[in-house]
């Protein structure tokens, strides 16, 4: 970062360059760039953002900390990840980077070693990243066909007191939707999520009697005002039309605006009459819509010796244009879904980017892991304005071109105005839950 931040409770970050997107008004007189970047001067007191003026604006004698163009931005809300898988690989690999060997992989690890200090372990481990890159919420699904419901669920109610004030947690079920066809298991996860303080959630791909078993779920979201939070259609087949469903019974059910659907590769692949049926009813439904492009991409279309003809991304570009909601987020991170990943929204930002292009122009898409996914999650957040807390990521890249081209891990992250440790946490801290791994699940033993 350039320069230090001053030790003072009140000072100006100067020749800061922010996206207008990200910006609650414009400040008088400033002009956007051809990124829809604007330079500014923003003033911090007393853990909260007093005032963004247009740079040059900041007075000369004022404690301050010249950002030289360096972008900022507001803390990032990632909402779609598996924190209760997260950092598996040493002992639970892919053996073929397939959607059937990863989901294989897991059910094999979960039945063996899921205890809730292992689940602890790994989950603060993924926090402590994110916190560290400048997140400021996360929503997870947690694996919950029972008894692993009843390990999980408490843990995380526990996790989310421990971190409140770093890290805002959210947490949905994660069950296929089949699961709420038996009436008194269904009323029993679901009274489970909401004494937890949860969002109802399920797993739907190619259902028989989808519509009925809809009306089951949104039957029981309803009686406890839950939200909704869906895995939709994560594969490639054009005969998967979950998205379809989800969308006709959200409007069925009255329940507009209150449901997210994750994935939704299949309507990449479909035809275009039914992709426009679809688009239209996701926006007369107020459904937000949940790429994960990393993970996605990792999976889909993955067969050995071929080269992959479909990416697997859902159309962001067609359901923005439609005026639905959408956001990209880290999905998956050093599990058998997905080998890679750290918990840091830039990565994600960076590589959606790339892989859906929200370049030519950039435009609104920054807020795609800030202010629309914080909006998603119900929290006024993710823009930067006066009168907003002073939670703010600050990064030497300039341009996009700078941004996006490094890691950018040299960032500062301030958190109510103040610097926060940056540093991450070192892979060995979690050797000791690998040890003793078999052969057939890790490949190989890691050495003590």
Known sequence: MVGDLPDTGRYWLTHARVSAALLDALPGGAQTDYENLVAVD????????????????????????????????????????????????PRARNPD???????????????????????????????????????????THLDSMPPQNGV??????????????????????????????????????????????????????????????????????RERDLDLDFHVDEGLDPAAQSLNAIARATLRHGYEGRVACGHC????????????????????????????????????????????????????????????????????????FYQYGDMDMLEVFREATRITRFDHPYGDWPRVVTAAPAAVMGQDAGTIGAGRPADLVLFDGRGFSELLSRPQHDRTVLRGGRAIDTALPDYRELDDLFEGASDERSGDRLRA
């Open 265 to 336: 590769c299949a309507i990449s692949i479909q035809p275009e009459p039914y992709v426009a049926e679809t688009l239209g009813l996701c926006r007369d439904a107020g459904i937000a819509i949940i790429s994960l492009p990393m993970c996605n991409m990792y999976l889909q279309d993955r067969t050995s010796g071929r080269t992959p003809r479909s990416r697997g991304v859902t159309l962001m570009h067609e359901f923005a244009a439609h005026d639905v909601q959408v956001t990209v987020a880290s999905d998956n991170t050093r599990d058998p």
């Open 152 to 221: 999980s669920f408490p843990l995380f109610a526990e996790l989310r007191d421990a971190w409140a004030g770093r890290i805002e947690l959210q947490a949905v079920n994660l069950v296929p939707l089949e699961f709420y066809a038996d009436a008194d298991a269904g009323r029993a996860m679901a009274d489970g999520v909401a004494a937890h303080g949860g969002i109802l959630g399920a797993v739907s791909y190619i259902e028989d009697d989808v519509g009925a078993r809809l009306d089951a779920l949104f039957g029981l979201a």
């Open 42 to 89: 923003i003033a911090i007191g007393d853990g909260r953002i007093d005032a963004v003026e247009r740079a040059g604006t900041a007075p000369a004698d004022a404690a301050s900390l010249d950002l030289d163009g360096g972008q900022v931005w507001p803390c990032f809300h990632d909402l779609h990840t598996h924190l209760d898988k997260g950092h598996l690989w």
């Open 97 to 139: 980077g397939s959607f059937m060997g990863a989901l294989n992989a897991v059910i094999d690890d979960r039945a063996q070693v899921w205890s809730r200090a292992e689940l602890e372990r790994r989950i603060d481990f993924s926090l402590r990243c994110a916190h560290a890159y400048g997140t400021r919420a996360i929503r």
